[in-house]
C-alpha cells in the first residue's frame, strides 16, 4: 500500500460532516489520515481534564471506512491554559520578549514546565489509542525546530557545552574568545545568542543551533520512546521541515525515526518548482537511506515569495509522482479539508471551499487510483541509484548564515541546490551524503560534488582525499573545506582541507556585487564571487577573462592517485554547472537516465520502473513511449524502447483539457 491522505483536522468541524469526510476519502482511494497534530485544546481543555469521546468517535468511523491514521501527539500547539498556567514556558526571543500563545509553536522545549505537559497528553493517547486497528503510525509534534534564548535554555545550553567541551579551556579556545576580550572564567556566564551591541560569536551561534537541534531531538525521543512503550509495532516519525531558520540537523534526527517523514513546498510557480521537487526527493531519501515518506505538500498551491499559485492541471499529479518516483513511500498532504478560518484558511486541500465539485478533488480521485495501480509495482522496486553523490551539511548551512562573513548573500541552499539543479537539467541522478554525520559513504560514488562545505573534519578532509586516489572524480566549489567544525579557519590558504587533493591554494577571496556578472575565458558565465587561485599541481580549465584576476585560473583540474579532482573558484551560472558537471559525469562514466531529453521532460529510475514527467505542454516522444504534455507515464523494463508503459491518473490530469494529444512532439530522446 503507498501512503495516500494527508493532515484531518475533524475538531474543526461538525460531527455531521465527518461522515461526508470518509465517505470522500474512500471515493478519492485515501488510505491513510493524519489525525490531532494540533488537537490539544480540544483533547485538554483544561489541565488534567481530558475529552477525548470525539478522538474515540472519529478514529472508529476511519477504521471502518477502512482508513488508517497517523496520530499525532498534539505537543507542537499548548493550550493558552498551558501558557497562563506555565508564562516561564513561552519562548523568549533573542530580543529578550517573550511570546504569547495566539499562533502555534509557543514553547521552550528547555521548559521542565512544558515537557511534562507534553509528556502528559502523550501518555493519555499512547495508552488509549496504541492498539486501536487504524493506528499505522505514530506522528510526534508537528515540525520541531521552535527557538527560545530564556534563562532556562540558557542552563540546558551550559550544560550542553560543558558535555562537548569538557572544560572552559576548551571553549575558549573552539570559540576563539580572546577576540573582543570574550573570555569565560565561568560556565554561568554564557548565555544563549541574544541581542548585543554588535556581531555574536560565530562560534557561539553555531554551537548554539547544534544544541537546539539535539535539545529538540531528546523532547522527540522521550515522547517515541513512550510510545513505542504502548506498541513496539507501530512506527514513530515526526514531520522534518526545512528552511533556514530551523535549528535542526536533519540527517543527525534521521536514525532516530522509524521512516523519515517530510514536509516540502515548492517556491517556485514555473519548473522552479519541480526542480525543487526532485532536490527534496532526493535529499529526504538521503537521510532516510533510502526510502522515506512525504508527509505534507499543498495539493493545489505553490507557494511563492509573495501570493499563492494555483496548480495547473496534472501538476498535482506530476508532483507527487515525483516525490514517489524519488522514493517516497506515498504521496500525503496538508491537508484534507480546507478550514472556514484560521490563520491557514485559504491554504488549499483536497477538499476546497468549493466542495468535492472541484478540480482538485476530481485530480485527487484520479490520483489515489495511480497510486492504488502502483503500488503492487513499487512494492518491489529499490529505491533510485546513482552514482552522483552531493554533499549536504546543515552546520555549514548555519555558518554561512552568520554576520562578518565576507558577503551578506552568502547562500548555502541556494548552491546546493544550483548543482543538484544542473545534474537534474542534464537527468543525473544524485544522492545526497552528510560528511558532518557520517564519512563512510563515499566508497560506491563515481563522483562527488561538493558545494559550500564549509566546515569539514579532518576524517571528512581524509576520506574525500581517499576517495579521489581510489578513483573517484571530486567537484569541490568555492567556500568548501575552509573551517574545522567548530569554525575556526584552516591556516596556509583556501580550501584548507581539500587544498592538496585540488591542488591549488587560494589567496584571496573577492566577493562580486550582486547583479554584477563577468565571463571566463571558455566562455562560461560566471557572479557572485571570484578567488585568487594558486595552482600547486592542478591544471586550469578556465581562466578569469577579465578584471584584477584577468588570466588567473578559476576552473581547476588535478589528476591525484586514480582519480580527479576540479575546483570551481567562482559562482558558475546554471548553464556553466550543467557542462561542467556534464564533462566529470562523461568522464567518470556516469550516463544520464535518458540522455537527450527536452528541458521540460524528467526521468526517474527506481529499480526496473523508468518515470517520465512532462512538464511541458507538448507530447514528447521518449524511445516508443508518447508523454503527452502535462502527463507522466511508468515504463516497465530498463529501457522504453522495449517495454509497456502505463499512463497515470485520470484523463484530465494526464493530458490536460485543451491539450490535444496529437500535438506535434517536440522532441525524441532515447533512454540511456
Ligand atoms: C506545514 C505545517 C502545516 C501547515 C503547512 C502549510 O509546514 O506542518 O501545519 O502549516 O505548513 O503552511
Redesign the pocket.
Known sequence: MLFFGG?YNPEQWPERVWDEDVALMRQAGVTIATVG??AWSHLEPSEGRFEFGWLDRVLDKLHEGGIKVALATPTASPPPWFTLAYPSAMPVNADGVRLTHGSRDTYCVSAPAYRTAAMTIALKIASRYAHHPALAMWHVH??YGTDCRCDLTAAAFRTWLQKKHGDLDALNSAWTTAFWSQRYSDWAQIMPPRATQYLPNPAQVLDFRRFLSDELLAAYIEQRDLLRGHNPDIPVTT?F?QGGWVSVDHARWASEVDIVAV?H?PSSSGIGAEEETAFAGDLARGWGGGSWLLM?T?PNLIYTRDRMHAKEPGRLTRHSLGYVARGSAGAMY?QWRQPRGGA?MF?SALVPHAGPDSPVFREAVGLGRTLKNLAPRLASAPPPDSQIAITWDAASWWALQGGGLPASDLDYLGAVRQVHRALFRSSLQADFVFPGVSVSSFGDYRVLVVPHLYLVSDPVAAAVREFVAGGGHLVVGYLSGIALPDGRVRLGGYPGAFREVLGVRVVEWQPVAPGESFVLDDGSHASRWRERVETAGASTIARYADGVLAGSPAVTRRRFGAGVAWYVSTGLSDEGWQRLLGVVAAEAGVEPVVAGLPDSVEAVRRGDLLFLFNHGESVVTVGSTAVPGGGVRVVSGLSASSSTSSAFGCPAPITPPGTPSDKPTAKSASPG
Open positions: 493532515d497534530v494540533f508537528n515540525e514531520n521541515v514536509d513546498y505534507e499543498a496538508f491557514e491554504h
